[in-house]
């Protein structure tokens, strides 16, 4: 375990630590990069759980969603494990040869993980979607997911391949355009309601090669499912709109760290948002201040500063004002 990861552990008390007081003894224990606190601090905490020293939340509700990447509204330091013995001496499977020199205790998830190598070694493996793969191994359909996160998979020193499987993107709702429109951009929108009105209108007037639906406040887990649709049609470019506060502008930003990983890139709708500028009534909004470095840059390039003051009010539009009505006499 690095260094730092070890003085912030011995730093907490047993039990739960607030946000707030990670970022105390973070400071204490560490020199933080200008520009990268949250992800020194998060490279931090993934250690300490794969460890097995501290857990997260469970919740999505308790997550800082401010920035990327997302950290735990707290973290609970676990009481050490004093009936586990590690498992030194075993010689691992090939595959996981990157363990011999670290510690592994043995209920750690590795250990079913080499002996389900070793118990396949010389057949030949059909591939499977990783939550199928997972019940191969651990008897539990998500076993897997939680250990595609710990440090030797991002590092790359195994990955799903290693064990015959797949990862299956949470498939986005989407419709394509009529004949022709393949060659535009696609749209991605918030709401359902919006979502429908637009399928509808873009399958008269083609302005879309594909309009598809973001979930609210769930389009960053929608994303790898968005960039297999925009692959399905060679672009690396899909449009965005939804509501015009700050919440809907941040949706966006959180979002776009993922898709430009995967090779595509999102920008607002021009076009719409601008209607929803003229057409829409002012509200007032739960959320509002000023907008994340990605969330201001996004406006920039679609030239809608205009909304900035209005956010900083806490006020906002709604995007369902962009009917199929005003759709038909707006837009030619």
């Not at 946000?19 to 105390?24: A, G, I, S």
């Not at 920008?267 to 719409?272: E, I, S």
């Not at 829409?280 to 201040?289: C, N």
Request: charged share 25%.
């Amino acid at each position: 375990m690095l260094p730092e990861s070890q003085y912030f552990i011995d730093a907490l008390g047993t039990g739960r630590t607030s946000l707030v007081e990670m970022w105390e003894v973070l400071w204490q224990v560490m020199t933080l990069p200008h520009g990268g606190q949250r992800e020194a601090l998060m490279a931090v905490l993934d250690e300490l759980r794969e460890n097995g020293l501290v857990e997260f939340p469970k919740s999505n509700k308790l997550w800082d969603k401010s920035a990327l990447p997302h950290l735990p509204a707290w973290v609970n330091k676990l009481q050490p494990k004093k009936q586990a013995k590690d498992v030194a001496g075993v010689i691992w499977a090939p595959e996981l040869a990157f363990l011999a020199e670290q510690v592994i205790w043995q209920d750690s998830p590795w250990v079913e993980v080499d002996a389900w190598l070793k118990r396949c070694r010389g057949k030949e493996l059909a591939l499977k979607p990783i939550r199928e793969r997972s019940l191969d191994i651990f008897g539990d359909e998500k076993a897997l997911d939680r250990i595609v996160g710990l440090t030797p998979f991002k590092q790359g020193q195994i990955n799903l391949g290693t064990l015959g499987c797949f990862y299956v993107p949470e498939p986005i709702p989407w419709k394509p355009g009529p004949p022709g429109s393949s060659g535009f951009t696609g749209l991605c929108v918030e709401n359902a309601t919006t979502f429908d009105t637009l399928c509808r209108f873009n399958s008269e007037t083609g302005f879309w090669a594909f309009v598809a639906y973001g979930r609210g406040n769930n389009f960053v887990s929608m994303t790898d499912g968005l960039v297999a649709v925009v692959n399905e049609y060679g672009q690396d470019r899909v449009q965005y709109f939804g509501d015009a506060d700050h919440e809907g502008i941040e949706i966006v930003a959180r979002a776009e760290k993922k898709l430009n990983e995967a090779g595509v890139s999102i920008c607002l709708d021009q076009r719409l948002y601008n209607l929803l500028l003229s057409v829409g009534r002012v509200a007032p909004s739960k959320t509002g201040g000023r907008l994340s470095v990605a969330a201001t840059r996004l406006l920039e390039e679609a030239a809608l500063t205009v909304f900035q003051d209005m956010f900083r009010r806490q006020q906002r539009i709604a995007q369902e004002w962009v009917c199929l009505d005003v759709l038909k006499a707006k837009i030619p």
